[in-house]
């Protein structure tokens, strides 16, 4: 053989070989106690910026809030270690429910051994809520006294407020570092408002003229060290906002925290076990910036859970916490989540074995799983708190019509969609709110009659859908959305003689003409973080920007504020009922059907709880091959 | 040959310049922004979000920011995964799908070159029928296709492989097979058909003529001429298929960089699509380049001067 040849087969054969040997090298790990998949690569494990269950599955194993919420109902625990409670020992609730007092367990550590502090609380929370952290869950916390102007920075302060001036930092620090705060009381604002348009609003600089002892100074947001000017006259600063001391948060002692709400809110305890209000340790955060504070060997967490390794797109390996002060009731070491997102592939992983849990299989499969026989012993759909449905532009010709809304609504067959589009478990659905409130009722709409539809139709001037402008139906582009949109088209055409379109936008777009409202007809789901109708009523106040229908009702906005201010439980959900009322009356949304839950777990997952959250924390579980009993998740199975 | 790859090396940053240009031009005015989701924002954390990603300055600012960081190989962080600076996803994702890819590049073009020499020797037998056919259906079959046929054949029927995941050699045979079968198949049609064309040639039959083994005369004089448009296939080629598939990388859950191609566009994650833009540039006119030095050495009558 000649030397060039020689060359050549070298080249083919040794540098690949070379690249192989040298990826598989870190790709080998034991395999983990529990490996689950958590259906896509997570946005982040930092609590203040999660926006999703992926990552909320690993947040909640990572950190612990003042509050945990129960495996089995998602509720507030209260018992011993053994019923998994939070940070909190216990707490102390005023008479006219705004104001918590909590009193932390003197064991409570971090993964470094720090101890956990009412402090930590107040860091994380000032944190959270700073328009600087801009966290996109930030409204979690405007439950509490000045929360939402705190975090609005200096959108709602007027003359005589307290607020603090965080400087800009110094070159080479870490943007995760608080600026130095000067405190003060703003004197005036140079313009007094800002344009609305957030374009026309970028070309201004707002000054603040603040009094800082009896000293008056101007501060202009600025940063010189990208580049910015300095106004003359001004002084340069990160962000102006409400003094955090004027937010309802108070540090008692080290081991005392008292937070103050503008309304009783019910489901505040909820709230502060959900992952975005989950404390972070600032020391780390400081001392490694963003997003180096996340790795494996740096970060420091008080949960479960500290990261083992992590390769992004393929999986994040939790293993146990041992300062965690529940340690001992935490039975898996090892916890591997996949960032696996086909749905088939994941099937695949979980009947070899190489997977104990997926969240989803693929939708085409589901009636054969529902419908197997003998019935399978790890699939068990469950009622989820999530509602499909379609909103109307009432700004948009006939759908300005309550009749035409209401005709619209009562020719849809929900059991047909759910039967031949979505083909799963799932419920037909005649009310925003799903049911599994304990105490509320939901308000409904009518169920179909297409007779009164068409009566409906030609009273709104459309006999027999004549004269009818065409609509058309915006969901972003997937399969199961394009299914239910055209089975909607189809019934709407046949049974009110309206032409209906379809238009599928990729998701960006599809997002941008819904918040413009440049739609007839739009998809929406939405999935409650809480058990209360409120995460779904609240959408349709007049203010509220996930409400894109153009619809506005005072009567509407003046129950959903009635509501947030009684504090009798009751009386409240009653007040909310006759909103939800109101709203299936009006009908500027079409509820088409409730979620339920698809997990597949095998029968020695042990500790898996069924709820309306679809959420399944991971310290709960443990693994038990001996088979004696059903598992948990069965137990409610239908026999 | 300095002179060349001086020349050539220009032309790269030029070239990385328009792209990167043009890329930020389309990701910029494209509709959305990174943070688009299901919910819609308060105007006051909109305000917030916008002064975080910049978009609170005028276009030709940012364009400045962006190229000033991309000069200094600062990327900045995804905005998807903010856990990472998109230097480190690159750095991570990127190895697992060049060694998967080079994996499947050099079996492909082991067998592809070898069925396409023996088609074109034994033209119109058995042999190069069926080797034919073979190829076609290669290049006609999707590559999803043939992986749902490898995982039901090795990882159901006979359970020998996993069928998806990363984590030693076993993992890459599946994925590597069928990411390499389309190249196997354009490889043998193409070395098939660059065979045909040399052994057609004066300087072949010279050398039949002169008394050399039909062997001797395929391997020695007709192949380095017959591959050199198989090298020219593999330039590009090897480019691709180093920066992975979003199919294969989906279908068996690699944590390759394949899928980011797609998806950072889909999901307005700028800095993403950005850096994969930059390295895909960067690697398909190095292999441009090295293919065209790869001519000179195997084609003596083309010179350093010709390329």
């Known amino acids: ?639 | 040959m300095i002179a060349y790859f001086v020349k050539r090396f220009v032309w790269l940053l030029l070239t990385v310049w328009v792209v990167f240009t043009l890329t930020w031009i389309l990701a910029n005015f494209s509709p959305g922004t990174p943070f688009t989701s299901e919910r819609s924002f308060p105007p006051e954390i909109e305000a917030n979000l916008r002064r975080r990603y910049n978009l609170d300055k005028p276009a030709y600012v940012r364009y400045m920011y962006d190229l000033d960081n991309l000069l200094r190989f600062d990327l900045g962080v995804s905005t998807k995964q903010v856990d990472f600076t998109v230097n480190e996803l690159v750095a991570l994702c990127w190895p697992v799908s060049a060694s998967l890819g080079l994996l499947a590049l050099a079996w492909a073009a082991i067998v592809g070159l070898v069925a396409g020499v023996v088609s074109a020797a034994r033209r119109g037998s058995l042999a190069d029928f069926s080797l034919m056919s073979l190829a076609t259906l290669g290049i006609a079959l999707p590559n999803f296709v043939i992986a749902g046929f490898c995982i039901l054949l090795f990882g159901f029927l006979i359970p020998l492989l996993p069928p998806a995941g990363w984590g030693g050699p076993r993992y890459m045979l599946l994925p590597a097979f069928c990411l390499g079968a389309p190249y196997a198949a354009y490889i043998a049609r193409i070395a098939r058909t660059g065979m045909l064309d040399v052994l057609s040639q004066d300087y072949v039959r010279t050398a039949r003529a002169k008394g050399l083994s039909r062997r001797a005369v395929i391997l020695k004089h007709a192949l380095p001429t017959a591959v050199i448009p198989v090298v020219s296939f593999l330039g590009p080629a090897v480019a691709g298929i180093i920066t992975g598939s979003l199919v294969i990388e989906k279908v068996f859950a690699i944590p390759g960089i394949g899928y980011s191609f797609v998806q950072s566009a889909i999901d307005n994650d700028t800095p993403m699509a950005m850096g994969i833009v930059v390295l895909y540039t960067i690697l398909l006119f190095t292999m441009n380049t090295l293919v065209d030095a790869a001519y000179t050495w195997l084609d003596p009558r083309v010179s350093w001067d010709d390329v």
């Open chain 1, 1 to 639: 053989m000649s030397p060039r040849n020689l060359l050549s087969i070298l080249f083919v054969v040794a540098v690949p070989l070379a690249g192989i040997i040298w990826s598989i090298d870190a790709s080998r790990l034991p395999p983990a106690d529990l490996t689950f998949n958590n259906s896509t690569e997570i946005k982040t494990v930092d609590p203040a910026l999660v926006n999703g269950q992926p990552e909320g599955r690993i947040v909640n194993a990572l950190f612990e809030g003042l509050v945990r919420l129960s495996p089995q109902e998602r509720l507030p625990v209260t018992g011993g270690p053994k019923e998994w409670p939070g940070v909190a020992e216990s707490w102390e609730v005023s008479e006219d429910g705004r104001t918590y007092t909590f009193y932390l367990r003197k064991d409570a550590k971090w993964s470094n051994g720090d101890p956990v502090t009412a402090e930590d609380y107040r860091y994380s929370m000032r944190r959270f809520l700073s328009p600087l952290t801009a966290a996109e869950y930030a409204k979690q916390g405007w439950y509490l006294v000045n929360g939402k102007k705190f975090t609005s920075a200096g959108a709602y302060l007027v003359p005589g407020d307290r607020v603090e001036v965080e400087l800009n930092l110094e070159p080479g620090e870490h943007q995760t570092k608080t600026g130095e705060l000067v405190k003060g009381t703003l004197m005036r604002k140079v313009p007094e408002t800002m344009p609305k348009d957030q374009k026309e609003r970028d070309k201004i600089q707002q000054r603040f003229y603040v009094d800082v002892d009896g000293q008056e100074r101007c501060y202009v947001v600025t940063d010189p060290a990208l580049g910015e000017t300095i106004p003359d006259g001004a002084l340069a600063c990160r962000m102006v906002m409400l003094d955090f001391d004027k937010v309802g948060i108070r540090v008692v002692d080290p081991h005392t925290l008292i937070t103050e709400l503008a309304n009783p809110t019910p489901f505040w305890l909820q709230l502060l076990g959900f992952y975005p209000l989950f404390p972070v340790h600032r020391g780390c955060l400081e001392k490694y910036g963003a997003p180096d504070w996340t790795r494996p060997e740096n970060i420091v967490t008080n949960g479960p859970y500290r990261i083992g390794f992590r390769r992004p797109r393929d999986r994040v390996r939790l293993v146990k916490n041992e300062n965690y002060w529940n340690r001992d009731n935490v039975r898996l070491e090892t916890v591997d989540a996949l960032a696996v997102e086909k749905t088939t592939t994941s099937l695949n992983m979980y009947i070899l074995g190489d997977v104990d849990w997926i969240q989803e299989p693929p939708p085409n499969l589901l009636r054969e799983l529902m419908e197997s026989n003998p019935p399978r012993d790890d699939f068990n759909p469950a009622p989820q708190f999530g509602t499909y449905y379609y909103k109307l532009n009432v700004d948009r010709g006939a759908l300005g019509d309550n009749r035409v809304r209401r005709a619209l609504s009562l020719a849809l067959d929900r059991e047909d969609i759910i039967r031949t589009a979505v083909r799963g478990p799932q419920q037909p659905a005649f009310s925003l709110v799903p049911p599994g409130v304990p105490g509320y009722v939901q308000g409904t709409c009518a169920p179909r009659n297409p007779q009164l539809a068409r009566q409906l139709i030609a009273e709104a001037g459309y006999p027999n859908g004549n004269g009818f402008p065409s609509i058309e139906i915006l969901y972003n582009t997937h399969e199961a959305h394009r299914a239910v949109a055209e089975l909607v088209r189809k019934q709407w055409q046949q049974t009110l003689g309206i032409t209906v379109k379809l238009r599928n936008e990729a998701w960006p777009a599809y997002q941008d003409r819904l918040r413009m409202t440049r739609y007839d007809v739009g998809r929406q789901a939405w999935i409650g973080d809480y058990i209360d109708p409120n995460t779904f009523l609240d959408l349709y106040v007049s203010d509220n920007e996930n409400n894109q229908t153009n619809w506005s009702n005072e009567e509407y906005d003046r129950l959903i504020a009635d509501a947030e201010r009684e504090t009798d439980a009751q009386a409240r959900l009653d007040i909310l009922h006759n909103a939800e009322v109101l709203l299936m009356a009006e009908g500027p949304i079409i509820p088409i059907y409730f979620y339920y839950s698809r997990n597949m777990v095998r029968p020695h997952v042990r500790g898996f709880y069924n709820n309306a959250l679809d959420f399944h924390p991971l310290h709960s579980m443990w693994i038990d091959r001996s088979g004696a009993t059903v598992n948990e998740f069965m137990r409610s199975a239908k026999k």
